[in-house]
């Protein structure tokens, strides 16, 4: 098996090799974060489906829905292998770990990595899910992030775009140089134009959410009182023009629309729930890429500190309410929301006073930079506590064995 010394290579955001050690230990503190549940799961446990379940608030389900509610069931997401030249990707390491942390907790999880948007891997999971899993699906959680999909009736591929809406949005962000050193830029972002909203609504919207669920019922493995929730995100004023109120806005109210359809339809069918669920700001692979987003979560931790509630305590409450353990409480739009604690007046005007004030000469006071760079950092598995970055570390971890 291949050893490597893997030190942290970087095109801005972006991280050219994964540390699988980091990467396991991450897996690892994240169940032990994850608060314990009122009563230890007992029995087999309920069978799930997370989509999306290697990454961000996806992977955050998959742990906190072992710890608090002990599923089973299938892990869908989309990673890259290692090579000889490569290590594999973040996800397909935080599989492998998230994988023993099942089997240590008796816990019955398949991981599966593939398109999640083809049929063909709908058609996998419900084979699985009939053989393996008695037939029955009682909950399935939707945490896609992407930048095309490919839809399987026309095989027309879609692509996303991270554009505002009517006019070009001017918005500050952060970066930092080849030295580390933080820079605060002003950048533009051109307005959607042609297609943009309708290609981004396809990939990031409801119809593969929607999709699913007719695969899984028209295959009769939706169980009664089955429940699904679908992960999104509103934020703060500050980053609306080119997130809420820009093309991926667009998708999300195109999600929480198809939540509205699917909530009225499950109801009928098998007694059951279909909700979005509104999470607060987490440094993702997927936020890092949106303009404006990195300046403002080093900004929110500034203010918060150790206030801001990490995705796994939040995913946490969500199987909470999904499982009945505390009531399902929902806005006036039949939303689940999580990000109450972001969205505060209080804490919005501190962070808007912050970033008024934010230049590169002043950011060093304004934001918890060395959090934001070791939680980048943390996204591949470096900066992570614990682990010796000097010794050499097996790159070549194989995918979980389905068959187990």
């Known amino acids: 098996m291949s050893e490597r010394v893997l030190t942290p290579r970087n095109r801005g955001f972006l991280f050219l090799d994964s540390h699988p050690a980091g990467c396991s230990q ?46 089973r069931g299938v892990m869908v997401s989309f990673e890259k292998a290692p090579t000889a030249r490569r290590t594999g990707t973040a996800g397909w390491y935080r ?71 009517g ?7 952060l970066v930092f140089d080849d030295e580390g050193a933080p820079e605060v830029r002003e950048v ?9 909203i309708e290609q981004t609504v396809a990939v990031m919207g409801g119809a593969d959410w929607e999709r699913w669920i007719d695969h899984l019922a028209g295959r009769g493995l939706l169980g009664e009182g089955f429940a699904t929730a679908a992960l999104s995100y509103i934020g703060s004023p500050l980053t609306a023009a080119i997130y809420r109120q ?24 098998v007694g059951g729930r279909a909700v979005t669920s509104v999470n607060g700001a987490a440094v993702t692979q997927s936020s890092t890429a949106i303009p404006g987003i990195a300046l403002y979560l080093g900004l929110l931790r500034a203010v918060l500190g150790d206030r801001l509630v990490p995705p796994v305590h939040q995913l946490a409450s969500l199987w ?10 929902l806005d006036d739009e ?26 590169t000469d002043s950011i060093a006071g304004l934001a918890d930079l060395d959090w934001f760079r070791a939680e980048v950092q943390r996204l591949y598995g470096f900066s992570v506590p614990g682990i010796d970055y000097t010794a050499p570390v097996a790159t070549e971890i194989p995918w979980p064995d389905t068959t187990r």
């Open 246 to 269: 820009g093309t991926i806005g667009a998708a999300k109210a195109h999600l929480e629309a198809t939540a509205r359809t699917l909530d009225d339809r499950l109801d009928k069918t």
């Open 26 to 71: 991450l897996v690892a503190d994240m169940w032990q974060a994850c608060p314990e549940p009122a009563t230890t799961p007992e029995g087999d446990g309920p069978v799930a489906l997370i989509i999306g379940s290697s990454a961000g608030y996806g992977l955050a389900a998959t742990v906190a829905g072992l710890k608090r509610a002990g599923i």
């Open 167 to 173: 006019a070009a949005n001017r918005t500050r962000t």
């Open 334 to 359: 039949g939303r689940v929301r999580l990000d109450t604690w972001e969205l505060t007046d209080d804490v919005q005007a501190a962070v808007a006073e912050r970033w008024e004030a934010a230049t």
């Open 320 to 329: 909470d309410q999904l499982t009945g353990a505390t009531p399902l409480a």
């Open 95 to 165: 599989t492998a770990a998230t994988a023993d942390l099942a089997r240590a907790a008796g816990r019955d999880l398949v991981f599966l990595n593939g398109d999640a948007f083809s049929d063909a891997m709908k058609d996998e999971v419900a084979d699985l899910i009939e053989q393996r899993f008695g037939g029955r699906l009682d909950y399935l959680i939707y945490s896609v992030a992407a930048p095309r999909r490919t839809d399987p009736d026309t095989g027309v591929t879609y692509s996303s775009v991270l554009k505002p809406i």
């Open 188 to 196: 533009e972002t051109a307005p959607a134009e042609g297609d943009d």
